[in-house]
């Protein structure tokens, strides 16, 4: 069964104080919350993030830093990537895909705090691909189709043109590089 956010089609800009209005406290709002300062509504999957529900706690705020280090404290509950690592940055990407893919993203934070994000200085490809804005990562799909974002063709297992990465795929599974 699909839901419909209540909001207008058009995404708008919320701060993060507004946010946390829609927390699940009130059952006639929906449940919002944040990845990476993009706003979803996630009411769809109350069991899960309304009251009560293993995941209510991201509901009405910017969890990025959580959903990256996979916890579940409240130091954690904002979204702040300074110091995350490499692996917690693709964790928050796959997050980020699947919230894309599921849920009706019905706007973004009012100048949300820049994400700050590992620096250049451990001098890591990994590094190096999160100083680019999501569009401009290397971000590979194997869909069956065989193609990344560009249309190029490309195997299972292949490089990644922009950092050498040696990457394996799973049909179906983004992963950036």
């Known amino acids: ?34 990845i990476k300062g993009q706003v979803y509504d996630v009411t769809q999957s109350r069991l899960f993030y309304g009251p009560g529900g293993p995941y209510a706690l991201f509901v009405g705020k910017d969890a990025s830093r959580a959903i990256a280090k996979m916890s579940f404290e409240k130091k954690d509950l904002n979204g702040d990537l300074t110091g995350l690592d490499a692996f917690e940055l693709n964790v928050l990407q796959d997050w ?23 620096s250049a200085a451990h001098g890591s490809k990994a590094t190096e691909a999160k100083e680019e804005t ?22 299972e297992q292949d490089r990644c043109p922009a950092f050498g990465k040696l990457e394996q795929h799973r049909t179906g599974q983004a992963r950036t590089c």
């Open 96 to 118: 980020e895909h699947k919230f894309m893919s599921k849920y009706v993203k019905v706007g973004s934070i009012k100048n949300p705090e820049p994400a700050a994000e590992p």
């Open 1 to 34: 069964m699909k839901y419909s956010t209540a909001f207008p089609v058009q995404p708008w800009e919320i701060s993060e104080e507004e946010l946390k209005a829609y927390d699940g406290r009130d059952p006639k709002k929906p449940l919002l919350m944040a």
């Open 134 to 155: 999501a569009d401009e990562r290397c971000v590979w799909y194997a869909d069956g189709t065989g193609q990344d974002r560009t249309g190029q063709d490309r195997t």
